[in-house]
């Protein structure tokens, strides 16, 4: 008999290897800087004048200087605070294009892209193309190069693959898209707190974020950061009480500002800063050379176990701590289901919300077993996996 209840699942220690879903734990003093906040701190912003709203604000405000030093921006104010990457996606694409626009996406993009430029392809007459990623998950700077039409106003693409970690040559195409005055904007979804971002040095002129995954933060709290030429010629998709201006039917123009209606998620934005803070005593670097160790541990014990088809990068080169797989003879989502009943293994199955991506891959509509490494995963974590996968491929 299959079924298993909860409290026979919740016996057996857990092993989270979701990370890509969002990260688990969070970082030491997440939870304990939102609890002060609701607890001891519950104050709105921009609509008190006395000195705790104050208190509260100047640790916004510093919550944007990090996020600004981390992502090699200059402009703290350019940070804007919204519930998600989606919703940052879709405030760039609804408030930046306008019908006759070219939009070209590559061919790993997640739905968080590709819904809201279906969407404007049919209610606004914006075109998008694909450029095609191989089966490695890896996209070609020269393909973006032929895709640009006179018509291209911007390119969007993630920075790492949530399917299979594979990095995206942000860099180069940034320098395409900045010879040839085309905006480019990047999904940090999967690398935001793992590499490396620098917008200048990147010529990303919108960057998206989420502060639940990599930078180790709550869910529900994510953000973007836009250029100033840009931000002037985005038209705000929310627009309502900001606390500025209230003598005003319009909208300000002045940044934040212009796109944060309604009170923010205060608590989410000061868990976000505990994170930050962590990120940086630890290091991202350090931390991120522990991810990959356990995804090299791991890729390399996946050869051992015959049946199982790893997707994407064959190494560590050019990936992050994802790694999906396909089992061609068996159910996938019945393996996942046996790895979380016999080890208390945590997985994702399925399409992982990217069809595109498996599509460009082979693996649509199957889908493939994801594995995702943290930080706070141990060794024995990783071969108790491995040892748990082996034993229900043998059967």
Do not use: W
Request: glycine share 10%.
């Amino acid at each position: 008999m299959l079924l298993t209840t909860y409290d026979q699942l919740s016996e057996k220690t857990m092993i989270y290897l979701d990370h890509s879903s969002t990260s688990f734990p969070k970082a030491p003093g997440v939870g304990d800087a939102i609890k002060t906040t609701l607890e001891e701190h519950g104050v709105n912003i921009g609509r008190g004048n006395y000195e705790e709203a104050f208190a509260v604000e100047a640790e916004i405000a510093d919550t944007r200087y990090r996020l600004a030093t981390l992502f090699g921006f200059n402009d703290p104010r350019q940070v804007v605070f919204t519930p998600s990457v989606t919703y940052s996606i879709n405030m760039f694409l609804y408030g930046f294009l306008h019908p006759g626009d070219h939009v070209i996406v590559s061919g790993m993009e997640h739905n968080a892209v590709m819904r809201p430029v279906t969407q404007l392809a049919r209610l606004r007459d914006i075109r998008f193309s694909v450029v095609p990623a191989n089966l490695r998950g890896e996209v070609a700077p020269d393909d973006v190069k032929k895709a640009i039409l006179p018509e291209t106003r911007a390119v969007v693409m993630l920075h790492v693959s949530n399917v299979t970690g594979t990095l995206l040559p942000a860099a180069e195409i940034g320098q395409i898209c900045h010879d040839r005055g085309i905006c480019f904007a990047l999904d940090t979804a999967q690398s935001a707190g793992s590499v490396p971002i620098d917008m200048v040095a990147m010529n990303v002129d919108f960057l998206a974020f989420t502060g639940h995954k990599g930078l180790l933060g709550p869910q529900g709290i994510g953000g973007f950061i836009a250029t100033r030429a840009l931000s002037s010629e985005m038209e705000p998709l929310i627009l309502g009480g900001t606390g500025s201006q209230s003598n005003q039917y319009e909208q300000p123009e002045f940044m934040p500002d212009k796109f944060e209606s309604g009170t923010p998620n205060i608590p989410g934005i000061i868990g976000l800063r505990a994170a930050l803070l962590y990120l940086e005593k630890e290091g991202i670097d350090d931390l991120h050379r522990r991810e990959m160790a356990f995804t090299s541990l791991f890729l390399e014990g996946l050869k051992e176990i015959p049946g199982v088809v790893p997707i994407g990068m064959p190494s560590v080169e050019g990936r992050t701590a994802v790694v999906s797989v396909n089992v061609p003879e068996k159910d996938n989502s019945l393996i996942a289901y046996e790895l979380e009943r016999q080890g208390a293994i945590k997985t994702r199955v399925g399409l992982h919300c990217a069809p595109l991506a498996h599509k460009s891959l082979g693996t649509f509509p199957k889908g493939t077993i994801r594995f995702s490494f943290g930080a706070t995963n141990t060794e024995e974590e990783i071969y108790t996996a491995l040892e748990t996968f082996s034993r229900i491929m043998s059967k």
